[in-house]
């Protein structure tokens, strides 16, 4: 079983600043890494896989990197609709997501 | 428009079994994979179990094999969740996702209470 954790479990950012939540692997996932937003009382929104391809409709602003067991998503100027939770999900054994990251505003 | 059209909110005492629906439209089942993944109150997200395409099985998570069954009407384009023997630990939102290994199209969710 791969377990996928993810650091910070909370993050303090200003808008218009740049936030960098972290996701590591137990094991190689290769590139086979999905990044999700969810709001509350919301369903979670796909944001990245493939580890860096942005999904359909997503702003630049959302950048995703790393490869075998770590990887950055990196949203680079905080607007007011991004202060949300964040997952990262491995695909490349049974799917398997990491704890979350919340981003609060500072 | 492609959507997934889950089943209303559901309580159940401890013991029960539930079953979830969820609907596809502007798509046919056929054409999708379905998992589904839960999400305990201020908690984060689990995946419960799926279809392989490759191996055209549905495959469960070690934690929900035994107590769950993933089955689908392809007549109706309806995919089902039931998860039996039902504690307290189950209370969640349940959502059906789709489209691949990685989940591009959810439901909305459908909250189940476990409580006596």
């Known amino acids: 079983e791969i377990v996928m954790t993810q650091s910070p479990a909370t993050l303090s950012v200003s808008p218009g600043e740049r936030a960098t939540l972290s996701c590591r692997a137990s094991?190689?996932?290769?590139?086979?890494l999905a990044w999700y937003q969810q709001k509350p009382g919301q369903a979670p929104r796909l944001l990245i896989y493939?580890?860096?391809t942005r999904a359909t409709g997503i702003p630049a602003r959302f950048s995703g990197s790393g490869s075998g067991t770590e990887f950055t998503l990196t949203i680079s100027s905080l607007q007011s609709e991004d202060f949300a939770v964040y997952y990262c999900?491995?695909?490349?054994?049974?799917?398997?997501f990491g704890g979350g990251t919340k981003v609060e505003i500072k | 428009q492609v959507q997934l059209v889950q089943s209303g909110a559901e309580v159940k005492k401890p013991g029960a079994s539930v079953k979830v629906s969820c609907k596809v439209s502007?798509?046919?089942?056929?054409?999708?994979?379905m998992h589904w993944v839960r999400q305990a109150p201020g908690k984060g997200l689990e995946w419960m179990g799926g279809?392989?395409?490759?191996?055209?099985?549905?495959i469960y998570a070690q934690k929900f094999q035994g107590r769950v069954t993933m089955t689908e009407d392809t007549s109706t384009d309806t995919a089902y969740m039931e998860l039996s023997s039902l504690r307290s630990e189950d209370t969640a939102v349940y959502y059906c996702?789709?489209?691949?290994?990685?989940?591009?199209?959810w439901g909305r969710g459908t909250l189940v209470t476990v409580s006596s």
């Open positions: 502007g798509y046919t089942l056929t054409e999708l994979s």
């Open positions: 493939g580890a860096s």
């Open positions: 996702a789709t489209k691949g290994w990685y989940f591009d199209l």
């Open positions: 999900q491995q695909y490349n054994n049974w799917p398997a």
């Open positions: 279809f392989d395409p490759e191996d055209g099985e549905t």
């Open positions: 094991q190689s996932v290769s590139s086979n």
